[in-house]
């Protein structure tokens, strides 16, 4: 005491006792205030804190805190790391703007690295399917009746969505299937495990990896094909070419008919 009583006139005594007590405050509040909320344990795990970060910035606004979901989206409890990267590989989340249906290709690109921590930590949310290794669907080394099977099952689970060569085609209330060209083996798995918007989802149960691996096999095939035979139409089916049956035929009626009249009305 007579040490402190005999200093405390000392300059530098008012600094030093000021460091001390922010020291003091400091420790204190260390020992003191709770471990972070272990929410999906992003503690032990810094994919999945990071994954949460994101999450929290892109993607709860629609779906919720806690991927409860909302008025605006889907509840993503159990939906699984496969339903994330492939509904961020595709470019459909994080949606720009709520509406029915996410178009492909719509939404700004994310790393793979981002991808996965999304998708690891909405693991965490509820089990689900996970993203798949290349061996469950990579129709390398396929026989030719293999791919032959892979058209029927095609025909038989698909196509009636689909179309029978896979370009897509119109669902009610305005909602569509999308063509499958130029979709990537993995994302046509992952689109079976998740069934993604109005898809049905088809379990291992149902349609066995060896069973999904001749439908990619027989689709990468129709792909390499060439198209015979006139536009396209935007192969959306025969409302489409009726249109444009309609559009070409009477329109072209109409602009004869336009022209023969002209053509009278100078003769006259
Ligand atoms: C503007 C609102 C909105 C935002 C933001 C958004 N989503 Fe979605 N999400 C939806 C809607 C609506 C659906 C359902 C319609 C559909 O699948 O096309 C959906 C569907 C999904 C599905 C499919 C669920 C299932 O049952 O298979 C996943 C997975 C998903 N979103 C993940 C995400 C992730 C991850 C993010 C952030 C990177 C995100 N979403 C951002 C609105 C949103
Ligand atoms: C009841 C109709 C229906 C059936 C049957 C169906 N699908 Fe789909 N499929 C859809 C719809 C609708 C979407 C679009 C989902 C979205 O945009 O969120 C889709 C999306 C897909 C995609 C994603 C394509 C892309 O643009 O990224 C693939 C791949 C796919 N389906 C493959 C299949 C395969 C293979 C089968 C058969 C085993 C099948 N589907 C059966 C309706 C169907």
Excluded at 2 to 15: D, E, I, Q, Y
């Amino acid at each position: 005491m007579r040490f402190l009583s005999t200093r405390r006139k000392h300059p530098a005594a008012k600094p030093l006792t000021l460091l001390l007590a922010l020291f003091m405050m400091g420790a204190v509040y260390a020992l003191v205030s709770p471990a972070q909320p272990s929410a999906a344990d992003p503690n032990t795990n810094p994919q999945v804190a990071q994954g949460k970060g994101l999450y929290d910035v892109t993607c709860s606004s629609c779906h919720g805190l806690n991927g409860e979901g909302s008025s605006q989206a889907p509840s993503l409890i159990g939906v699984g790391a496969a339903a994330v990267d492939f509904q961020m590989g595709t470019r459909r989340m994080p949606m720009a703007k709520p509406m029915a249906q996410a178009p492909r290709d719509s939404a700004p690109e994310y790393s793979e690295e981002e991808i996965a921590a999304i998708g690891a930590y909405v693991a965490t949310l509820g089990a689900g399917p996970g993203v798949p290794s290349e061996d469950k669907y990579s129709p390398a080394g396929l026989t030719d009746e293999e791919i032959a099977r892979g058209g029927e099952l095609f025909r038989t689970n698909c196509s009636a969505c689909h179309n029978i060569e896979g370009r897509g085609g119109a669902l009610p209330e305005g909602a569509y299937a999308p063509s499958l060209h130029g979709v990537s083996s993995k994302h046509i798995y992952e689109a079976l495990r998740t069934g993604p918007q109005q898809m049905p989802l088809f379990s291992e149960g149902a349609l066995p990896d060896e069973d999904v691996k001749q439908i990619i096999g027989y689709l990468s095939k129709v792909e390499q094909q060439p198209q015979y035979g006139g536009l396209m139409l935007g192969a959306i089916g025969p409302v489409a070419e009726g249109f444009w049956g309609w559009l070409l035929g009477i329109g072209g009626l109409v602009l004869v008919a336009m022209w023969l009249a002209k053509k009278g009305a100078r003769a006259r």
